[in-house]
């Protein structure tokens, strides 16, 4: 599968398996996290890979009650070592560094024939309260992780020349 593939057969799963994640597997969507681009490349984050029930089944509530965050095999929670750090260009580093090495992460799960789920519905302060993650930590996204056990259809998405445009914002 090219890259191109990868992100054209990318859907947001919310019905799981309840097949394990192989832990090759889960090693190699942990280590396209690691070699994926981050400001200066500083790598200011860490990822809580977090497989326990109990643990993902008390993630169910910060996330808004979204009951396949406990179906899952495998959440991922982005946090960064620095939110603080402002860009040249006037932006937080934080969650663009994540945000790539999240979609990174996702992508190279796709490949690999795992489905997963980003997730922006979630409280960040019960999250850090139930992984023990510090306060002075940001948590910016989370996504579920393992085999698909549906299969969504395609969404509908904005046409090219809605999206795009050349040498002047119209």
Same mark, same amino acid.
């Given at each position: 599968?090219?890259?191109?593939?990868?992100?054209?057969?990318?859907?947001?799963?919310?019905?799981?398996?309840?097949?394990?994640?192989?832990?090759?597997?889960?090693?190699?969507?942990?280590?396209?996290?690691?070699?994926?681009?981050?400001?200066?490349?500083?790598?200011?984050?860490?990822?809580?890979?977090?497989?326990?029930?109990?643990?993902?089944?008390?993630?169910?509530?910060?996330?808004?009650?979204?009951?396949?965050?406990?179906?899952?095999?495998?959440?991922?929670?982005?946090?960064?070592?620095?939110?603080?750090?402002?860009?040249?260009?006037?932006?937080?580093?934080? +969650?663009? #560094?994540?945000?790539?090495?999240?979609? @990174?992460?996702?992508?190279? *799960?796709? &490949?690999?024939?795992?489905?997963?789920?980003?997730?922006?519905?979630?409280?960040?302060?019960?999250?850090?309260?139930?992984?023990?993650? +510090?306060? #002075?930590?940001?948590?910016?996204?989370? @996504?579920?992780?393992?085999? *698909?056990? &549906?299969?969504?259809?395609?969404?509908?998405?904005?046409?090219?020349?809605?999206?795009?445009?050349?040498?002047?914002?119209?």
């Amino acid at each position: 599968m090219d890259v191109f593939e990868a992100i054209t057969e990318r859907k947001s799963i919310r019905k799981y398996k309840k097949a394990a994640v192989e832990a090759d597997k889960l090693e190699t969507v942990l280590e396209s996290a690691r070699i994926a681009p981050s400001a200066s490349n500083r790598q200011e984050w860490k990822f809580l890979v977090v497989k326990d029930q109990d643990t993902r089944d008390k993630l169910i509530g910060a996330a808004n009650g979204q009951k396949f965050v406990g179906q899952a095999p495998v959440t991922i929670v982005a946090c960064s070592t620095e939110s603080e750090r402002v860009m040249p260009c006037g932006q937080y580093a934080y +969650p663009v #560094d994540l945000s790539i090495a999240v979609s @990174f992460m996702i992508l190279e *799960a796709t &490949e690999l024939g795992l489905g997963t789920c980003w997730l922006g519905a979630f409280d960040e302060e019960k999250v850090k309260e139930i992984l023990s993650i +510090p306060k #002075d930590i940001r948590v910016p996204a989370m @996504f579920t992780l393992g085999y *698909a056990d &549906e299969k969504p259809a395609l969404r509908r998405r904005k046409d090219l020349n809605n999206i795009v445009c050349y040498e002047t914002y119209r």
